[in-house]
């Protein structure tokens, strides 16, 4: 390893925290396509990403515990489950043509920009309808009567689409078949999904999403070191950046605001998922 590789290694792994303490993912979306820029296979890359993110989550989410923004008990109910099919995606990946491999990954990057959006419109109509049941109750008490509820009318207490279990169960499962599959964290599908299914804030969903991602990541690391596939000298190069960035960005994301912390999350995907498909054609151009 050269002196050159080793501080584009040492700058990721802190760009990669930094990510992981603003968006909520482990840095995989980053760390595999420059791992896979400076020539290792995508299975090591993917399988590398997943020992940075071990080393990066647990950083960030002991300083999010620590500054009393992380609940264990949510982060249990959707790390649990990921912790199987974890193990699924790590075998996958070993299947999977390179090629198809990167370009399901920015397929995926794709999937979570709609989704984001889609949970934008929902909220704002959520808002909209709870803004008019206000009005339409402080009118009824101006007049000393009390308008019947209708079903329409109902409180949205918890803003949740889908029964919290089987949302929890959802959610975590598939973002342990992507840690595993993809080498992520698994944030970029449960930030969303966190935000679509749980009714969640995103930063609530990020500081959890960085909690969960210690569970699918070590659990993603483990099925890939049993198959060899870790680079382990790289990995902990990656995630001693990480630990420095994630300590830094877990203290600033509570002081920003929700549309410009949902904007950078979108365009980071947007740019990725990019390069991963221009990643893809190259390695289906050369066989």
């Known amino acids: 390893m050269t002196i ?11 760009f990669a925290g930094i990510l992981a303490g ?37 950083s960030g989410s002991i300083q999010n515990w620590r500054m009393g923004y992380l609940s264990l008990s949510q982060v249990a109910g959707i790390g649990f489950p990921a912790v199987i099919t974890a193990q699924i995606g790590a ?3 070993g299947i999977f043509p390179p090629y198809l491999l990167l370009l399901t990954f920015g397929l995926l990057l794709w999937l979570n920009i709609y989704l984001i959006e889609v949970r934008k419109h929902l909220t704002a109509k959520k808002k909209a309808e709870a803004e008019q049941e206000e009005l339409r109750g402080e009118a009824g008490q101006g007049d000393k009567a009390q308008l019947p509820i209708t079903n329409h009318e109902l409180p949205n207490n918890s803003n949740i689409l889908f029964h919290p279990t089987f949302a929890k169960i959802a959610t975590g499962s598939a973002a342990g078949l992507l840690a595993g599959l993809f080498g992520v964290g698994g944030g970029v599908i449960m930030v969303p999904l966190q935000i679509l299914l749980l009714g969640e804030s ?7 999403s960085l909690g969960v991602i210690v569970i699918t990541a070590i659990s993603a690391t483990a099925g ?37 912390v949902s904007l950078a999350f979108r365009s980071l995907l947007a740019v990725l998922s990019i390069y991963v498909f221009w990643q893809a054609w190259q390695k289906f151009s050369n066989g």
């Open 224 to 260: 890939h070191a049993a198959r060899g596939n870790v680079l382990w000298v790289v990995g902990l190069i990656l995630g001693g950046g990480g630990l420095l960035g994630a300590q830094v960005s877990t203290r600033f994301l509570p002081r920003l605001p929700d549309r410009i």
């Open 202 to 208: 995103i930063k609530t969903a990020i500081q959890t």
């Open 4 to 14: 050159t590789e080793l501080l584009i290694l040492g700058a990721a792994g802190i």
């Open 91 to 93: 075998y996958l990946a």
């Open 22 to 58: 603003f968006l909520g993912i482990g840095g995989g979306t980053v760390l595999v396509p420059l791992l896979v820029a400076l020539k290792y296979a995508p299975v090591q890359a993917v399988a590398t990403s997943g020992l940075s993110i071990v080393i990066t989550a647990i």
